[in-house]
């Protein structure tokens, strides 16, 4: 590009619980919980629990030798499910008895889920040891995903949910089954670290379909809702908050639960404690219709009372599947690095002081990259400003300089420039204030984005 050469002078112008029976609890924990084993053998296993049980409706030619034989992982494990019913003859069980079963005596066919989007840096273990993670890559029960200071990854379930894992979340599937004597699904997650967002489908009318997502301290049973799950570990504290449907919250550890509905939260402490509370409402975004030209992607919120801290996302979908960053920040501002072009979406809350995050608000937000850089330099009686930028398309730029009151017209006004600078050549002695704009054209879309004004102060000559 050329540079403008101008005589002044001239011219003025931004888990499994355990639940085994005693007596024949060492098989089952080895078979269902391996890492557990050690745990087991020197606690007693509590008794089922609802989420870990399963009803089955007897039907004719039943007993509990042929559902043994037939829909459990070992015949003999029909003692477990006579004990836990109180049934005195296995052979004889009447028609539409409703037999109760825990599910870790249940033959089960492992169900996949599979990675729907993924950024940044995400490791996967799978089997022996670690496989690449891939769009599109099968985790199968077992598999483990954990995400790095840039990673996110969104999985998809059999039956349509998804859990989304921003930067630095430990994710383990621990089940992920269909029970071959009801076709029941049976999911069950454990977040080991950080926290994960999940969109429920509903797991229909079957009241043995279960969808849980557990921590080291709590458990969160849900059938079709949007909340999220997240543990602390350097506090062994657990958190769910619950935005769309319900969600049935308990402690591992105490056994103490609450029943969380939208727009509520529980803390589960180490100790069992179960504290529910009101999520802040969603702060705003200010000035959300403002198209994002510089480099740096800035955004502000207007702060919420009690809120002591926020947390801003940014997606490339309205669901929050393909997300491009992640950030929380005890202030209310906001700057994000390396933001492509294009109609992205903006997620806002608000975090109390107990660490539960508050509902959220979206906002659409237009990107297109129009950055502008310049500087200015003296040479004998000649000031030279330069210019230039990223940005994509046809670009020309203004420059307008003036005296730094503001008072009077502007001293230099131009337009349409396609040059890399201008020079000035005599300009006087004063303090002048000067900046540069650039417009962009690209696809049809004008974008305009201009520097600050700067002072600029020329001395007289000694």
Same mark, same amino acid.
């Given at each position: 590009?050329?540079?403008?050469?101008?005589?002044? #002078?001239?011219?003025? !112008?931004?888990?499994?619980?355990?639940?085994? =029976? *005693?007596?024949?609890?060492?098989?089952?924990? #080895?078979?269902?919980? +391996?890492?557990?084993? !050690?745990?087991?053998?020197?606690?007693?296993?509590?008794?089922?629990?609802?989420?870990?049980?399963?009803?089955?409706?007897?039907?004719?030619?039943?007993?509990?030798?042929?559902?043994?034989?037939?829909?459990?992982?070992?015949?003999?494990?029909?003692?477990i499910v006579q004990r836990l019913n109180g049934i005195a003859d296995p052979r004889r069980i009447p028609v539409g008895t409703v037999l109760k079963i825990p599910l870790g005596v249940l033959r089960a066919d492992p169900l996949s889920a599979r990675i729907i989007a993924l950024r940044g840096t995400v490791t996967m273990r799978q089997g022996d040891g670690p496989v690449p993670a891939r769009i599109g890559s099968e985790l199968m029960p077992g598999a483990a995903?954990? @995400?790095?200071?840039?990673?996110?990854?969104?999985?998809?379930?059999?039956?349509?949910?998804?859990?989304?894992?921003?930067?630095?979340?430990?994710?383990?599937? $621990?089940?992920?089954?269909?029970?071959?004597? @009801?076709?029941?699904?049976?999911?069950? &997650? =454990?977040?080991?670290?950080?926290?994960?967002? %999940?969109?429920?489908?509903?797991?229909?009318?079957?009241?043995?379909?279960?969808?849980?997502?557990?921590?080291?301290?709590?458990? $969160? *049973?849900?059938?079709?809702?949007?909340?999220?799950? #997240?543990?602390?570990?350097?506090?062994?504290?657990?958190? %769910?908050?619950?935005?769309?449907?319900?969600?049935?919250?308990?402690?591992?550890?105490?056994?103490?639960?609450?029943?969380?509905?939208?727009?509520?939260?529980?803390?589960?402490?180490?100790?069992?404690?179960?504290?529910?509370? =009101?999520?802040?409402?969603?702060?705003?975004?200010?000035?959300?219709?403002?198209?994002?030209?510089?480099p740096l992607v800035t955004l502000a919120v207007a702060p919420v009372g009690d809120a002591r801290a926020y947390r801003l996302q940014i997606a490339e979908d309205a669901g929050f599947t393909r997300i491009l960053a992640d950030r929380s920040a005890e202030a209310a501002q906001f700057a994000f690095e390396g933001i492509p072009n294009g109609s992205l979406f903006v997620r806002a809350s608000a975090i109390a002081a107990s660490g539960l995050e508050g509902m959220?608000? %979206?906002? *659409?937000?237009?990107?297109? &990259?129009?950055?502008?850089?310049?500087?200015?330099?003296?040479?004998?009686?000649?000031?030279?400003?330069?210019?230039?930028?990223?940005?994509?398309?046809?670009? %020309?730029?203004?420059?307008?300089?003036?005296? #730094?009151?503001? !008072?009077? +017209?502007?001293?230099?006004?131009?337009?349409?420039?396609?040059?890399?600078?201008?020079?000035?050549?005599?300009?006087?002695?004063?303090?002048?204030?000067?900046?540069?704009?650039?417009?962009?054209?690209?696809?049809?879309?004008?974008?305009?984005?201009?520097?600050?004004?700067? !002072?600029?102060?020329?001395?007289?000559?000694?």
């Amino acid at each position: 590009m050329d540079i403008v050469d101008m005589d002044i #002078a001239n011219r003025v !112008k931004s888990a499994f619980g355990p639940w085994l =029976a *005693a007596g024949i609890a060492g098989s089952l924990i #080895a078979a269902m919980a +391996p890492a557990q084993a !050690k745990t087991a053998r020197i606690q007693p296993p509590a008794l089922p629990t609802t989420q870990d049980i399963i009803e089955y409706s007897v039907r004719k030619g039943d007993s509990l030798f042929t559902l043994g034989r037939q829909s459990f992982d070992r015949p003999d494990h029909y003692r477990i499910v006579q004990r836990l019913n109180g049934i005195a003859d296995p052979r004889r069980i009447p028609v539409g008895t409703v037999l109760k079963i825990p599910l870790g005596v249940l033959r089960a066919d492992p169900l996949s889920a599979r990675i729907i989007a993924l950024r940044g840096t995400v490791t996967m273990r799978q089997g022996d040891g670690p496989v690449p993670a891939r769009i599109g890559s099968e985790l199968m029960p077992g598999a483990a995903l954990e @995400t790095g200071t840039d990673g996110f990854v969104t999985i998809q379930l059999p039956n349509g949910s998804r859990t989304s894992m921003p930067t630095r979340t430990r994710l383990r599937i $621990a089940r992920l089954h269909r029970i071959n004597l @009801t076709g029941s699904i049976d999911y069950d &997650l =454990a977040v080991e670290g950080g926290k994960v967002e %999940t969109i429920a489908s509903p797991v229909g009318s079957d009241p043995n379909n279960r969808f849980r997502i557990r921590t080291p301290r709590a458990l $969160a *049973a849900v059938r079709g809702t949007v909340f999220r799950v #997240a543990f602390a570990e350097d506090e062994a504290v657990s958190l %769910t908050e619950v935005v769309e449907g319900a969600v049935a919250a308990s402690s591992t550890t105490s056994g103490a639960a609450a029943r969380l509905t939208p727009g509520l939260g529980a803390v589960i402490a180490a100790s069992g404690n179960v504290k529910t509370e =009101a999520l802040l409402a969603p702060p705003t975004l200010r000035d959300p219709g403002r198209v994002q030209t510089d480099p740096l992607v800035t955004l502000a919120v207007a702060p919420v009372g009690d809120a002591r801290a926020y947390r801003l996302q940014i997606a490339e979908d309205a669901g929050f599947t393909r997300i491009l960053a992640d950030r929380s920040a005890e202030a209310a501002q906001f700057a994000f690095e390396g933001i492509p072009n294009g109609s992205l979406f903006v997620r806002a809350s608000a975090i109390a002081a107990s660490g539960l995050e508050g509902m959220p608000q %979206t906002f *659409a937000m237009r990107r297109v &990259l129009a950055g502008v850089t310049a500087s200015a330099g003296m040479d004998a009686d000649t000031m030279r400003f330069a210019w230039g930028g990223e940005g994509e398309g046809r670009r %020309t730029y203004s420059f307008q300089l003036g005296l #730094a009151d503001g !008072k009077g +017209p502007l001293l230099v006004d131009e337009a349409g420039l396609q040059t890399s600078g201008i020079r000035l050549r005599r300009l006087g002695p004063g303090v002048y204030r000067w900046r540069v704009g650039v417009r962009q054209e690209s696809g049809g879309e004008v974008v305009e984005n201009w520097l600050p004004f700067e !002072k600029l102060t020329v001395a007289a000559p000694e």
